[in-house]
């Protein structure tokens, strides 16, 4: 028997959201286009359909219910009308909220979502409160704002079909309207409004009022319908006339849920976080002209791919059936396929660049280059030989151009350097102040951390591996490095006094905070037990409430709710299931419990919030973090971390385990 796994993920939210483009809707499965409640002040949704990586909200248009509604108590003036959200709930293509009007006699049940793909339906049940005999009788409005640029209104009657045109696309929405205006001015249309008539002759105009004649006896109810498509009107039309929806949701997302492997679960908390990761990872699936079908990094803010997300690419799209490994060779053959010719390999690819991953390449930024481990879980999969043929060369140029810019040409250590904390991806973690922006007065032009340590003995173990499977004989050489690479990470790296990785600054001071960038080597396995057996203590001050401190309380630069200086990310989750996994297995429930607050403490999975205290973390700059994140610093790390626990050590190059 199939389970209702779409009813299980269902999240309730309220008004106070950090941000609203966690309780998304896409538009079609694998479209940029997505829909957003718009403030909870009002009755409505925000549309965005840009390609562009962004922190700011720029919805491309707006649609708006029942702000407005004509005549009030006194039978002559336009009402203000004040409503309040009884209920909101969230479930996979589908909002539901019960609207309480307290001004006038109605309630409202609100459904919107995506059943038909590339458009969205909308449905509002008006329910008369009123007492006998007292009947309902007003117009209600909807207004329609579009923010991009100028629009021209063009209405087909006999198909209740509004057609908005803009500057380089269209919007086609179907309701039951009784009338509808374009208005030059938000003061025209208020004009109008103050008469309760909408005129009949606006065509052009960036604001759009449809009005709705409601006249209830009390305890009836009338629906209103809206079907929405940025595609084409027969979408538009198509979900306007669509039965049965949410048995159409709940079936078409239950078929693939119940179509993903998954582990034995030891309770219901676990299975419910595991395919909310999963949902929060198909929201991300996306189809490009340029690149196919692919997975990216965050729907609502970083719109491409990121160098460090691989892992996490890997994982998931390798246990899904409905994609298979497809998605991770693309994305492995798209960062080599615009690999320099000095072997640099960027740092992300966003959407919009004209040559892929040239905004991070203009400064020479990597991130951590997981890509070699990658590529042989990959082959692992998939026995894929000839891929890993074209891409071993590739890997040994970038390799070469790691040892030349992050270490040949600093202090030579058998370790790779950063040139800023951007390099890793743990943008500026507190010990990498100093290489990014300068602390206390001092500005570093390098530093070598435990990840890029840690990520060179990985790089060189993985193509060891390679070289085996190519058999080519150059196996012997990787495996040299590596071990070259391993005994300087304990001999430069480790800090006796404090029992942890430290990271070596350019004046050869060795900083040690105990925090995310020391957990690699753990989570690497390359640690020997007996140091592993002296970190425990400092391991049990990065377990928190919600998640794995990135940096632990009391240490130097740590701040509770800044980004990676001290607050939990999925990565950090992550790096510290395996490395209980590896080292302290009787720590493992702990981690998770840890996880499991961290992913039910909002709707959606965001990148980072406070360990101890759940409050969604701010970047350097203000900026809250990020929902809806597909990668390493979200549901895909997330997803990983629980598949741990349960025995499937995701981080593992040995090829039975991958």
Same mark, same amino acid.
Request: charged share 30%.
């Given at each position: 028997?199939?389970?209702?796994?779409?009813?299980?993920?269902?999240?309730?939210?309220?008004?106070?959201?950090?941000?609203?483009?966690?309780?998304?809707?896409?538009?079609?499965?694998?479209?940029?286009?997505?829909?957003?409640?718009?403030?909870?002040?009002?009755?409505?949704?925000?549309?965005?359909?840009?390609?562009?990586?962004?922190?700011?909200?720029?919805?491309?248009?707006?649609?708006?219910?029942?702000?407005?509604?004509?005549?009030?108590?006194?039978?002559? &003036?336009?009402?203000?009308?004040?409503? %309040?959200?009884?209920?909101?709930? #969230? =479930?996979?293509? *589908?909002? $539901?909220? !019960?609207?309480?009007?307290?001004?006038?006699?109605?309630?409202?049940?609100?459904?919107?979502?995506?059943?038909?793909?590339?458009?969205?339906?909308?449905?509002?049940?008006?329910?008369?409160?009123?007492?006998?005999?007292?009947?309902?009788?007003?117009?209600?409005?909807?207004?329609?704002?579009?923010?991009?640029?100028?629009?021209?209104?063009?209405?087909?009657?006999?198909?209740?079909?509004?057609?908005?045109?803009?500057?380089?696309?269209?919007?086609?929405?179907?309701? &039951?309207?009784?009338?509808?205006?374009? %208005?030059?001015?938000?003061?025209? #249309? =208020?004009?109008? *409004?103050? $008469?309760? !008539?909408?005129?009949?002759?606006?065509?052009?105009?960036?604001?759009?009022?449809?009005?709705?004649?409601?006249?209830?006896?009390?305890?009836?109810?009338?629906?209103?319908?809206?079907?929405?498509?940025?595609?084409?009107?027969?979408?538009?039309?198509?979900?306007?006339?669509?039965?049965?929806?949410?048995?159409?949701?709940?079936?078409?997302?239950?078929?693939?849920?119940?179509?993903?492997?998954?582990?034995?679960?030891?309770?219901?908390?676990?299975?419910?976080?595991?395919?909310?990761?999963?949902?929060?990872?198909?929201?991300?699936?996306?189809?490009?002209?340029?690149?196919?079908?692919?997975?990216?990094?965050?729907?609502?803010?970083?719109?491409?791919?990121?160098?460090?997300?691989?892992?996490?690419?890997?994982?998931?799209?390798?246990?899904?059936?409905?994609?298979?490994?497809?998605?991770?060779?693309?994305?492995?053959?798209?960062?080599?396929?615009?690999?320099?010719?000095?072997?640099?390999?960027?740092?992300?690819?966003?959407?919009?660049?004209?040559?892929?991953?040239?905004?991070?390449?203009?400064?020479?930024?990597?991130?951590?280059?997981?890509?070699?481990?990658?590529?042989?879980?990959?082959?692992?999969?998939?026995?894929?030989?000839?891929?890993?043929?074209?891409?071993?060369?590739?890997?040994?140029?970038?390799?070469?151009?790691?040892?030349?810019?992050?270490?040949?040409?600093?202090?030579?250590?058998?370790?790779?350097?950063?040139?800023?904390?951007?390099?890793?991806?743990?943008?500026?973690?507190?010990?990498?102040?100093?290489?990014?922006?300068?602390?206390?007065?001092?500005?570093?032009?390098?530093?070598?951390?435990?990840?890029?340590?840690?990520?060179?003995?990985?790089?060189?173990?993985?193509?060891?591996?390679?070289?085996?499977?190519?058999?080519?004989?150059?196996?012997?050489?990787?495996?040299?490095?590596?071990?070259?690479?391993?005994?300087?990470?304990?001999?430069?790296?480790?800090?006796?006094?404090?029992?942890?990785?430290?990271?070596?600054?350019?004046?050869?001071?060795?900083?040690?905070?105990?925090?995310?960038?020391?957990?690699?080597?753990?989570?690497?396995?390359?640690?020997?037990?007996?140091?592993?057996?002296?970190?425990?203590?400092?391991?049990?001050?990065?377990?928190?409430?919600?998640?794995?401190?990135?940096?632990?309380?009391?240490?130097?630069?740590?701040?509770?709710?800044?980004?990676?200086?001290?607050?939990?990310?999925?990565?950090?989750?992550?790096?510290?299931?395996?490395?209980?996994?590896?080292?302290?297995?009787?720590?493992?429930?702990?981690?998770?419990?840890?996880?499991?607050?961290?992913?039910?403490?909002?709707?959606?999975?965001?990148?980072?919030?406070?360990?101890?205290?759940?409050?969604?973390?701010?970047?350097?700059?203000?900026?809250?973090?990020?929902?809806?994140?597909?990668?390493?610093?979200?549901?895909?790390?997330?997803?990983?971390?629980?598949?741990?626990?349960?025995?499937?050590?995701?981080?593992?190059?040995?090829?039975?385990?991958?």
């Amino acid at each position: 028997m199939k389970e209702d796994v779409w009813k299980l993920v269902k999240e309730d939210f309220d008004e106070k959201i950090p941000r609203r483009t966690a309780i998304l809707i896409k538009e079609g499965d694998c479209s940029p286009s997505f829909a957003y409640p718009a403030e909870f002040s009002s009755i409505g949704y925000l549309f965005d359909y840009r390609k562009n990586t962004t922190y700011d909200e720029s919805p491309a248009f707006s649609i708006k219910f029942g702000e407005y509604s004509f005549p009030d108590l006194t039978g002559k &003036n336009l009402s203000k009308n004040t409503f %309040y959200c009884e209920k909101m709930e #969230y =479930f996979p293509s *589908l909002i $539901k909220r !019960k609207v309480i009007f307290s001004n006038t006699g109605i309630e409202a049940e609100e459904k919107f979502g995506q059943v038909i793909d590339n458009s969205f339906f909308w449905e509002i049940n008006l329910t008369c409160k009123n007492h006998p005999p007292y009947i309902f009788d007003r117009k209600f409005y909807t207004i329609i704002s579009v923010n991009a640029g100028e629009s021209k209104a063009k209405v087909y009657p006999d198909k209740n079909l509004l057609e908005i045109k803009m500057e380089n696309k269209k919007i086609f929405i179907a309701s &039951n309207f009784d009338d509808c205006a374009a %208005y030059k001015t938000i003061d025209g #249309y =208020f004009k109008d *409004l103050g $008469k309760g !008539k909408i005129r009949k002759d606006g065509k052009e105009g960036n604001h759009i009022l449809l009005g709705y004649r409601v006249k209830l006896r009390p305890g009836e109810s009338k629906k209103l319908k809206f079907g929405i498509s940025t595609y084409s009107k027969e979408k538009a039309l198509k979900s306007f006339r669509v039965k049965n929806y949410e048995n159409k949701i709940r079936n078409k997302w239950n078929n693939w849920f119940n179509s993903l492997p998954h582990p034995k679960f030891s309770s219901e908390l676990d299975r419910k976080a595991y395919y909310k990761c999963w949902w929060v990872i198909k929201l991300n699936y996306y189809y490009d002209k340029r690149y196919g079908k692919t997975v990216i990094e965050a729907l609502p803010v970083y719109r491409g791919y990121w160098q460090w997300a691989l892992p996490a690419v890997q994982w998931h799209t390798s246990l899904n059936p409905e994609v298979g490994s497809s998605f991770m060779k693309k994305l492995l053959d798209l960062f080599l396929k615009y690999q320099r010719k000095d072997g640099y390999v960027t740092h992300a690819i966003y959407l919009d660049e004209k040559i892929p991953g040239e905004r991070w390449a203009r400064g020479n930024i990597i991130q951590t280059p997981h890509i070699p481990w990658v590529c042989l879980r990959y082959y692992y999969n998939t026995k894929d030989i000839e891929s890993l043929k074209r891409w071993y060369p590739k890997l040994v140029n970038y390799y070469n151009y790691l040892n030349k810019s992050r270490d040949e040409n600093f202090l030579r250590l058998h370790l790779w350097a950063i040139i800023t904390s951007y390099d890793t991806g743990i943008d500026t973690t507190s010990a990498f102040q100093r290489v990014t922006y300068g602390e206390n007065g001092k500005k570093e032009k390098f530093c070598y951390p435990a990840i890029f340590a840690a990520e060179r003995c990985r790089y060189e173990q993985a193509m060891g591996k390679i070289s085996g499977i190519l058999r080519n004989k150059e196996e012997g050489f990787w495996f040299k490095e590596a071990e070259v690479t391993k005994r300087q990470v304990d001999n430069i790296l480790w800090d006796k006094k404090k029992k942890w990785y430290g990271v070596l600054h350019e004046n050869k001071e060795l900083d040690t905070r105990i925090g995310v960038d020391g957990l690699f080597p753990f989570a690497y396995e390359i640690t020997e037990r007996k140091k592993a057996g002296l970190t425990r203590n400092n391991f049990v001050k990065l377990i928190g409430k919600y998640g794995i401190y990135t940096v632990a309380p009391g240490e130097k630069g740590f701040y509770k709710g800044t980004y990676w200086r001290g607050p939990s990310w999925s990565t950090s989750c992550a790096l510290a299931m395996v490395s209980a996994h590896n080292y302290y297995p009787d720590l493992l429930k702990r981690v998770k419990n840890a996880l499991m607050n961290f992913i039910f403490k909002y709707p959606s999975i965001w990148e980072c919030m406070g360990a101890g205290t759940g409050e969604i973390a701010r970047g350097d700059s203000g900026m809250m973090a990020t929902p809806v994140v597909a990668s390493n610093v979200g549901a895909g790390e997330a997803l990983g971390a629980i598949l741990v626990y349960y025995g499937e050590n995701v981080f593992s190059i040995k090829e039975g385990e991958a």
